[in-house]
């Protein structure tokens, strides 16, 4: 098996010598957010954790995410929290870039290294500390699951992105897979996250125009990506939000494979507005 690169952030501030040269945009149909633009001073701080910040990649708002909360979390060795979650009704994936962590889940131990993955559901009893000698940092996706009369709840699992084989796109020779970590026809769950592969070449050939929001953080490689009428560079460490509907494509030039960690909705009724009074 290939191996597999996962880009963490740097520490620190930009020196006061350089220039802004940077591909920030944010648009009402796609915002992409490079990795330059994740620097010390815009990193938060949550109650009941420790030795933890985090960067806040996306989050519910008027004109940008609508489903869903990406934190990017640096934890220092010993660091992490009791009680990570403080609202109801919330399920989460935690996916780890680099260190070593200690997630227990409902009371059952897991350690999680690089390439790991955990879906918490909502309702799950979770703890989470670093157990390494070193910084760890993970990806902590957010989304409230939508209960649906009659349809359990899924079950919370661990696994890790190098026990699995990406799916070949079809027609695509392998040149475009994506790593699932959830079967697609399991409609209890109302998110996905995955891995979606280029390798150099790889392409996207069309618009690619559905009702999913996305949210996309780029682990490894660069590529050229179309956002609604615009064509983008993007590279590791870079992250995009992409609106429901907006069209999209990609070109991945190489040298290197191009991946990126890929949150979507999924499974779900369009939920329709009640009728007006009057009418």
Known sequence: MAQRSYHTLPAGLPPQTQLLTDRAMFTTAYAVIPKGTFSDIVTSYLPFWNGARFWVMARPLSGFAETFSHYIAE???GGGSHRPETETGVE?????TSGMLDI???GKPFLVEQGGYAFLPPGAEWTLKNAGPSQAQFHWIRKRYQ???GLEVPEAFVTNENQLEPVAMP?????????RFVDPRDVRHDMH???VTFQPGGVIPFAETHVMEHGLYVLEGKAVYRLNQDWVEVEAGDYMWLRAFCPQACYAGGPGPFRYLLYKDVNR???LPKSFSGT
């Not at 989460?92 to 780890?96: D, G, I, K, M, S």
């Not at 027609?171 to 790593?179: F, L, R, V």
């Open 75 to 77: 934890i220092e060795p």
């Open 147 to 149: 209960m649906v009369d």
């Open 193 to 195: 996250v995955n891995i």
């Open 171 to 179: 027609d695509t020779n392998g040149a475009w897979s994506t790593t």
């Open 269 to 271: 009724h369009m939920s």
């Open 104 to 106: 227990k889940i409902n």
């Open 92 to 96: 989460a994936v935690l996916f780890v």
